[in-house]
Nanobody
């Protein structure tokens, strides 16, 4: 299973970005997919997750109300729409997948992709 994250970039504070995560597995529709982020010198931080049918979508408090996670099972893709971005949102954003329900622990995701850099300027 391979995951490819994209959509990062440089944005001014208050701006928006949509991240995409494409999962290369035909059983994608059965996976929980999550987004994590890692700032320099810090551990991976949970951002949001979505279960297999999109009915359960937990968010971290830091981005709650400013982000929305969604999935398109027909295209093996999960999206993370982020708005009102702040400089403290600057990090490398990773997507990860697991066959169980959502977890806030990065190490509980069997499959992890390369990250995409998000930089928010003040």
């Amino acid at each position: 299973v391979q995951l490819q994250a994209s959509g990062g970039g440089l944005v001014q504070a208050g701006g928006s970005l949509r991240l995409s995560c494409v999962v290369s597995d035909r059983t994608f529709s059965g996976y929980t997919v999550a987004w994590f982020r890692q700032a320099p010198g810090k551990e991976h931080e949970f951002v949001a997750a979505i279960n297999w049918n999109g009915a359960y979508t937990p968010y971290a408090d830091s981005l709650k109300g400013r982000s929305a996670i969604s999935r398109d099972n027909a295209h093996n893709t999960v999206y993370l729409q982020m708005a009102s971005l702040k400089p403290e949102d600057t990090a490398v954003y990773y997507c990860a997948a697991r066959s169980g329900g959502p977890s806030t622990w990065y190490t509980q995701y069997n499959y992890r992709g390369q990250g995409t850099q998000v930089t928010v300027s003040s």
